[in-house]
């Protein structure tokens, strides 16, 4: 019989542990995709963050480090800086990449590194049990604010792309989602970009992930998916923020 | 004979550095430590190494951790604040088992603190530091020459252990100018293999990770159990010190890095006056010297521990020479630098009067 879809080889063959209807699958299969694709995987260095997705470095078939929390972008400038030759990619949550490490997340940016950050927002901690994170929708409830995220008390969300766009550094921004196939592939083709632009040394992309976390959200597989739509969206816009090669051009 | 050139501490450092064959610098500026990225900034430059000035020390640590564990030397220097803001990364690298070199020209403290030299770090580098059961092996040179030397010593015992090295010296021996021989030939980076456990890319062979931590139950205890066998050989191997007229001696003085230079001044004065002082000057203060130590102890009556800080060397001291002779104290914190003078004093104190 011929095998049609199967497991990418830039994925190991262990069971991943995310919950049913989580954003984290969706979006490692095709960065394993990717590596393949684009031939990438047997020089690929990839960074797990502190959060749900801490286990990317049991997922991904090629070599891996996980850091502290939210230090991704500076290990990978590490990384990159001793082994230009490697393709680095920094995995992480809004919690890890847009809270406890927004330093290392926009100097990064402003640094231009030739890096690629893979940005996860779900708008909660998953990890920890589903508390405040700094992408948390206002009104929005978690464990930490149990009567909906307060402006007054707990102030605004961070709109990452938004706020990386503002520096002169990073080389290419999107924002794209993973609640239907058409989302997908285009999360895929934007994932593509920020691998391409670092095989050819244009410097820094980050893609952020709009990605569904049922578990802290408190909701069904199906509704949250609705809820990205719903309420995700139209707080933060998909779309390129940052396209330095049109710039260029 | 090897050439010999009057130059700073701090220079000495670096080229100390260079000639390790380490082409990878990440640090954040602070005092008294700005003189070796400024040095660096221009010799990786024309070394077509790697020299990053950071968005801050955790910045720093943590690239270091990438280039180390892309298996290639890595250093970065800085001052206590900073070095307190490192620990956490320190912590994941010990817990890696990754070598690097850290540089601590330690200053005043606790807080912002001040400027002055100081050797109130000794507890954080001795003791871990960071969180979980992990030591740093602490060297502490007192001379420019050993500026020099140890930061090559330092990545050869980081690479040997896959450990975490720290140099800790202060601000006086940074600015101190003396004559140094360059007495080995320069590392050759290209020359250095790639470490097995390397992130480089799978190609040609199995994937690589590196981590600290594992869920599995009892395997994160399994490799704290294999961390500390590591410990006890680096404690059985690599005890470093020297001594000076310790045989003998009525009263031997304990001193490392800038109170050990103040004490060799007043070795000098004291035996001029007929006293019988020896010095003992740890180099490894992790590994504390302990077996010298405990071997001293037991023919030496008094010892006189001289410390910039309220007293942190001072716990080993008295741990090693195992209640055996009386431990005696002299320490200026805050910066304070003690002076022959005042430690002599402190001699005919203890000795009681002229001998
Ligand atoms: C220094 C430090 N602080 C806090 C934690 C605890 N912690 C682990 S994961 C996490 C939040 C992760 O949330 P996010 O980045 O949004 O990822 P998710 O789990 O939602 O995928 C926190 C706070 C930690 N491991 N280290
Ligand atoms: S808690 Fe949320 S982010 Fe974590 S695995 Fe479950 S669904 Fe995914």
Same mark, same amino acid.
């Given at each position: 019989m011929k095998m049609i879809f199967g497991r990418p080889a830039g994925l190991t063959d262990t069971k991943q542990r995310y919950c049913p209807g989580c954003g984290h699958g969706i979006v490692h299969r095709l960065i394993a995709e990717l590596m393949i694709e684009l031939d990438i995987r047997e020089r690929t260095v990839g960074i797990a963050p502190?959060?749900?997705?801490?286990?990317a470095d049991e997922y991904f078939n090629c070599d891996m480090i996980q850091p502290p929390h939210g230090r991704g972008p500076a290990v990978s400038t590490g990384i990159k800086r001793a082994r230009p030759e490697c393709i680095v990619f920094s995995y992480q949550g809004d919690g890890d990449l847009a809270a406890i490490g927004t330093a290392e997340t926009v100097h990064a940016a402003a640094r231009n590194e030739n890096i690629t950050l893979i940005f996860i927002n779900n708008a909660i901690y998953g990890m920890t049990g589903g508390q405040l994170a700094p992408t948390t929708l206002p009104g929005m409830r978690s464990t930490t604010s149990?009567?909906?995220?307060d402006i007054y008390k707990q102030g605004y969300p961070i709109k990452v792309c938004e706020l990386i766009a503002?520096?002169?550094?990073?080389?290419y921004l999107e924002r794209v989602a993973v609640h239907t196939p058409k989302d997908i592939i285009k999360t895929k083709k934007a994932l593509k970009t920020a691998f391409q632009n670092q095989i050819k040394n244009n410097g820094f992309s980050l893609i952020e992930v709009l990605s569904m976390c049922p578990t802290g959200w408190g909701i069904t597989p199906i509704d949250s998916k609705k809820w990205i739509v719903d309420k995700m969206i139209p707080y933060y816009p998909l779309g390129v923020f940052r396209d330095r090669s049109k710039e260029e051009k | 004979m090897a050439e010999k050139k009057l130059i700073y501490g701090n220079h000495a450092m670096v080229e100390g550095v260079i000639s390790a064959g380490c082409r990878f610098f990440a640090g954040y500026p602070i005092t008294p430590q700005n003189e070796i990225p400024e040095l660096m900034s221009i010799r990786m430059n024309e070394e077509d190494g790697v020299f990053l000035q950071t968005e801050s020390e955790i910045a720093a640590i943590n690239m270091l951790f990438g280039a180390a564990a892309a298996g290639k030397r890595a250093m970065t220097s800085s001052s206590s604040p900073g070095i307190s803001l490192m620990q956490e990364g320190i912590s994941y690298i010990a817990g890696s088992d990754i070598p690097v070199l850290i540089v601590n020209i330690v200053r005043g403290g606790p807080g912002l603190g001040n400027i002055a030299p100081a050797q109130s770090d000794y507890f954080q580098s001795t003791r871990g530091g960071g969180h979980g059961d992990y030591y740093t092996i602490t060297l502490a040179p007192n001379s420019v020459q050993e500026l020099y030397e140890f930061p090559k010593t330092g990545f050869e015992l980081a690479e040997k252990y896959r450990n975490p090295v720290l140099i800790l010296a202060d601000g006086l021996l940074g600015q101190m100018m003396e004559p140094v021989e360059f007495n080995f030939e320069p590392v050759d980076p290209k020359s250095l293999p790639e470490p097995e456990w390397a992130l480089s890319g799978c190609k040609g062979r199995e994937r690589r990770v590196v981590r +600290?931590?594992?869920?599995?139950? *009892?395997k994160l205890e399994e490799w704290n159990w294999r961390r500390y066998e590591k410990y006890q050989k680096v404690i059985a191997q690599e005890q470093r010190y020297e001594e000076n007229y310790c045989d003998n001696a009525d009263l031997i003085m304990v001193a490392y890095g800038t109170c050990a230079r103040v004490s060799e001044a007043t070795v000098k004065i004291a035996r001029e006056k007929g006293y019988k002082i020896g010095l003992f000057r740890p180099i490894t203060l992790w590994p504390f010297p302990q077996k010298k130590m405990t071997e001293l102890a037991k023919k030496t009556k008094h010892f006189l521990v001289i410390e910039? +800080?309220? *007293?942190?060397m001072i716990e080993d001291v008295k741990l090693y020479t195992e209640c055996r002779s009386q431990i005696h104290f002299h320490g200026r914190p805050g910066g304070g630098v003690p002076t022959p003078i005042e430690i002599l004093n402190k001699i005919e104190t203890i000795l009681g009067g002229k001998k």
């Amino acid at each position: 019989m011929k095998m049609i879809f199967g497991r990418p080889a830039g994925l190991t063959d262990t069971k991943q542990r995310y919950c049913p209807g989580c954003g984290h699958g969706i979006v490692h299969r095709l960065i394993a995709e990717l590596m393949i694709e684009l031939d990438i995987r047997e020089r690929t260095v990839g960074i797990a963050p502190v959060g749900c997705s801490v286990f990317a470095d049991e997922y991904f078939n090629c070599d891996m480090i996980q850091p502290p929390h939210g230090r991704g972008p500076a290990v990978s400038t590490g990384i990159k800086r001793a082994r230009p030759e490697c393709i680095v990619f920094s995995y992480q949550g809004d919690g890890d990449l847009a809270a406890i490490g927004t330093a290392e997340t926009v100097h990064a940016a402003a640094r231009n590194e030739n890096i690629t950050l893979i940005f996860i927002n779900n708008a909660i901690y998953g990890m920890t049990g589903g508390q405040l994170a700094p992408t948390t929708l206002p009104g929005m409830r978690s464990t930490t604010s149990v009567k909906g995220r307060d402006i007054y008390k707990q102030g605004y969300p961070i709109k990452v792309c938004e706020l990386i766009a503002g520096l002169d550094g990073p080389y290419y921004l999107e924002r794209v989602a993973v609640h239907t196939p058409k989302d997908i592939i285009k999360t895929k083709k934007a994932l593509k970009t920020a691998f391409q632009n670092q095989i050819k040394n244009n410097g820094f992309s980050l893609i952020e992930v709009l990605s569904m976390c049922p578990t802290g959200w408190g909701i069904t597989p199906i509704d949250s998916k609705k809820w990205i739509v719903d309420k995700m969206i139209p707080y933060y816009p998909l779309g390129v923020f940052r396209d330095r090669s049109k710039e260029e051009k | 004979m090897a050439e010999k050139k009057l130059i700073y501490g701090n220079h000495a450092m670096v080229e100390g550095v260079i000639s390790a064959g380490c082409r990878f610098f990440a640090g954040y500026p602070i005092t008294p430590q700005n003189e070796i990225p400024e040095l660096m900034s221009i010799r990786m430059n024309e070394e077509d190494g790697v020299f990053l000035q950071t968005e801050s020390e955790i910045a720093a640590i943590n690239m270091l951790f990438g280039a180390a564990a892309a298996g290639k030397r890595a250093m970065t220097s800085s001052s206590s604040p900073g070095i307190s803001l490192m620990q956490e990364g320190i912590s994941y690298i010990a817990g890696s088992d990754i070598p690097v070199l850290i540089v601590n020209i330690v200053r005043g403290g606790p807080g912002l603190g001040n400027i002055a030299p100081a050797q109130s770090d000794y507890f954080q580098s001795t003791r871990g530091g960071g969180h979980g059961d992990y030591y740093t092996i602490t060297l502490a040179p007192n001379s420019v020459q050993e500026l020099y030397e140890f930061p090559k010593t330092g990545f050869e015992l980081a690479e040997k252990y896959r450990n975490p090295v720290l140099i800790l010296a202060d601000g006086l021996l940074g600015q101190m100018m003396e004559p140094v021989e360059f007495n080995f030939e320069p590392v050759d980076p290209k020359s250095l293999p790639e470490p097995e456990w390397a992130l480089s890319g799978c190609k040609g062979r199995e994937r690589r990770v590196v981590r +600290s931590y594992d869920l599995r139950p *009892g395997k994160l205890e399994e490799w704290n159990w294999r961390r500390y066998e590591k410990y006890q050989k680096v404690i059985a191997q690599e005890q470093r010190y020297e001594e000076n007229y310790c045989d003998n001696a009525d009263l031997i003085m304990v001193a490392y890095g800038t109170c050990a230079r103040v004490s060799e001044a007043t070795v000098k004065i004291a035996r001029e006056k007929g006293y019988k002082i020896g010095l003992f000057r740890p180099i490894t203060l992790w590994p504390f010297p302990q077996k010298k130590m405990t071997e001293l102890a037991k023919k030496t009556k008094h010892f006189l521990v001289i410390e910039m +800080s309220l *007293g942190q060397m001072i716990e080993d001291v008295k741990l090693y020479t195992e209640c055996r002779s009386q431990i005696h104290f002299h320490g200026r914190p805050g910066g304070g630098v003690p002076t022959p003078i005042e430690i002599l004093n402190k001699i005919e104190t203890i000795l009681g009067g002229k001998k």
